[in-house]
C-alpha cells in the first residue's frame, strides 16, 4: 500500500485495536517493589520491549532505565495482571550499555538487558519475544520506507497509573496503564552509529494526550505496515523501529517524545545482543 494515501482516521477502529493488541504483548514495564505487603506502592520505573537475535533473547531499554535496576537483587516487572509482582533473577541477566550521551535531549540512550535461556523461557510462557530478524536485512539494505502503514509508540504511562480497591481481594491493587500513542516521524537522522526519530503530538491531539510521558522511556516505536484485503484494511506484522529516551518539553509550540531509530536497533541493539557473552 506504499502508493496508496490513508489517512489514520480512515484505518478501521478494530484495525488500531488489533495492532495495540499485537505490540503489547512485547511490552514490559520494569518496576521498584514497595514495601513488603504493600504492593500497591509499587513503582514503574520505566519500560522495555522484549526482542531476539537468533538464539538470543532480551530486553531492549533506554541506558538510563537500564542504570537503575537492581545488581544484587531480584528485578521486578510487569508483565499482566497478578496478585504478585513478576520479577526476574539478577543473575541470569547481563545488563548490557550501548550507549549514553551527556545531552538527555540528543542522546545515544540505549541499552540491552541480555537474559538467559531459562530466564527467556519464563517470560515466553507469558510473552512474546519481538524478533529483529525478520526486518534486519531490509533496514540495512535501505528498504526500510518511513511511509509505509502508521506508527504506534507504546509504554507504560506514570499519569495514567491509578490505585483502587482490588477487584478479586481485599485492600488495594495498583493498576498500571499501557498507554500506544498513534502518530509517525517525518525524518529520520542519523549521526555516526546511530539514527533518531522525533514522534511529535499533534495541537489536535494534545487535549487528550498525557502531559508527561515519564514511564515511556525504553518503550518501542513501532511500524503498522497496511494492505487490502479485497474491501478491507489490515496491518501487517509489527516492526520495531525505533526506542523511547526523552520527552521534549511541553510548550504551545512543542509536544512530542525522542527516539532512536531503526539503524539503531538492527545494528546496534542486535549486534550487542548476539554478542558474547
Excluded at 10 to 19: F, Q, T
Excluded at 35 to 62: C, F, M, N, W, Y
Excluded at 134 to 158: E, P
Excluded at 209 to 231: D, K
Aim: aromatic share 8%.
Amino acid at each position: 500500500m506504499a502508493d496508496e494515501l490513508i489517512l489514520v482516521k480512515d484505518i478501521p477502529e478494530s484495525v488500531l485495536r488489533s495492532a495495540v493488541q499485537d505490540v503489547a504483548a512485547y511490552t514490559i514495564a520494569f518496576l521498584r517493589n514497595g514495601d513488603e505487603g504493600k504492593p500497591h506502592e509499587t513503582e514503574l520505573q520505566g519500560t522495555g520491549v522484549l526482542v531476539a537475535a537468533g538464539s538470543k533473547r532480551g530486553i531492549v531499554t533506554a541506558d538510563h532505565v537500564a542504570q537503575i535496576l537492581p545488581r544484587n537483587a531480584r528485578i521486578p516487572l510487569f508483565l499482566q495482571r497478578t496478585s504478585q509482582v513478576h520479577s526476574i533473577d539478577h543473575t541470569g541477566v547481563s545488563i548490557v550499555r550501548i550507549a549514553r550521551g551527556s545531552d538527555a535531549a540528543m542522546g545515544p540512550d540505549l541499552a540491552v538487558v541480555k537474559l538467559a535461556p531459562h530466564l527467556a523461557g519464563s517470560l515466553a510462557a507469558v510473552k512474546s519475544f519481538h524478533s529483529l530478524d525478520n526486518a534486519r536485512s531490509r533496514v540495512r539494505d535501505g528498504q526500510f520506507d518511513i511511509k509505509d502503514g502508521f506508527w504506534l509508540a507504546q509504554g507504560f504511562i506514570n499519569e495514567r497509573i491509578s490505585v483502587g480497591p482490588d477487584r478479586s481481594e481485599n485492600g488495594f491493587t495498583k493498576y498500571f496503564y499501557n498507554f500506544s500513542g498513534i502518530g509517525g516521524p517525518d525524518t529520520i537522522d542519523v549521526a555516526g552509529r546511530f539514527d533518531y526519530m522525533e514522534f511529535p503530538v499533534s495541537h489536535e491531539a494534545r487535549a487528550d494526550s498525557p502531559r508527561s510521558f515519564g514511564g515511556m522511556s525504553g518503550g518501542g516505536i513501532w511500524q503498522l505496515p497496511l494492505r487490502r484485503n479485497g474491501s478491507a484494511i489490515e496491518h501487517l506484522h509489527p516492526v520495531l523501529a525505533g526506542v523511547m529516551f526523552y520527552q521534549h518539553p511541553t510548550t504551545d509550540a512543542i509536544c512530542g517524545i525522542k527516539g532512536h531509530g531503526p539503524r539503531s536497533i538492527y545494528e546496534a541493539v542486535y549486534d550487542t545482543l548476539v554478542g558474547e557473552p
